[in-house]
């Protein structure tokens, strides 16, 4: 199952830099991961925005639940949730 996901990170301001630099170390780990299994297909970052654009290929609901509250950044997170499916007209046969 495909899904576009916008993920809005709002790190409080008063965060000290220290704790902000590992919670970020963590998370590029995980999502490296996940995109080396193929679950976290693509990611853009949104020009001016700590934001990003991303579509994850996974089993289910429940499994992209699972990810997207295992990431370190999910408790400073804003997350849009959108499910995909093949349009008929899209020459790409790799795209379910």
């Given at each position: ?43 853009w ?7 990003n ?29 959108t ?14």
């Amino acid at each position: 199952m495909l899904f576009h996901v916008r993920m809005d990170v709002n790190l409080p301001p008063d965060m000290p830099a220290h704790i902000a630099d590992e919670i970020r170390s963590r998370e590029k780990a995980y999502s490296q991961e996940l995109q080396k299994s193929g679950k976290w297909r693509h990611i853009w970052r949104v020009a001016g925005e700590y934001a990003n654009y991303s579509i994850f290929d996974v089993e289910s609901n429940a499994q992209l639940h699972d990810i997207l509250i295992g990431l370190p950044l999910f408790a400073y997170m804003k997350i849009s949730v959108t499910p995909l499916c093949r349009h008929p007209s899209s020459i790409r046969d790799g795209d379910m």
